[in-house]
């Protein structure tokens, strides 16, 4: 007898088991039992067998659903940068940077932080929300943006009122997630997207604004070098006229 784990039969070979003989076998797969085979000592054969079918379909379907997640990221992440790298102003590829976040994760707030280079400090360069850190930025950086900057790591905070780096006034979001924006040899800033309400964050949704804050990453970048050869030209020229 074949069994699901709830005691339905599936398939029998006999119109009940012999059960001075019969043995209980479980079908287990990822460790937790589907189902039992019922008999006699080959029945414990066949359970060994169907938990190795059934696992192998397991693991194809979960390739399946990972190939299929990975095409749809590469997809979205190929539409995203075409739109960013469009844009050489560092202010509008930062608000493009977190309007596309904010489609990426679900949220009600976001913002980018990015380090001034011609002032050497943290300013808000774009936001929605009521994340409220234009305000905070004018006193001593928000512990949470000092330890991702530090750290050069991303974090998830499901519940911000059980971590003192998220104390400070009118911050009213309960889960967040921020990442470092990262180019090669420094970080240049953050993204910091979240939630009024009570949403658990996972580790695929860190993952994805890590894959989306390493490509806006370098669109920032070169957003600024641009921004500085402009800036060094008209300074230039400036200069010539006035010699002249």
Sequence with gaps: WIEDKSGQLLLATTASPVLTTASRYPI???DKIVGWAIGA????????LLSFL???ELDQKELANALWEKN??????????????????VREVANLVIEEAGKIIPCTSGAIVLLNPYTDKLEVYAEFGKVNLDQQ???PNPKIIQAILDSGKGEIINDTSQDDRCDFPNFSLHSLICVPLKTKDRVIGLVEVGSEVDIAYTPHDLKLLL?????????IEKAFLYEHSRNA??????????LH
């Design 54 to 56: 059934a696992q192998q």
């Design 233 to 242: 030209t008209a300074i230039a020229q400036e200069t010539a006229e006035q």
């Design 41 to 48: 000592e080959k029945a414990e054969a066949i359970s060994t």
């Design 211 to 219: 894959m989306f804050a390493d490509q806006a990453a370098v669109s």
């Design 72 to 89: 749809q990221e590469m997809s979205l992440f190929q539409d995203i940068s075409t739109q960013i790298t469009a844009s050489l102003e």
């Design 137 to 139: 930025m004018r006193l």
């Design 28 to 30: 287990r797969v990822a």
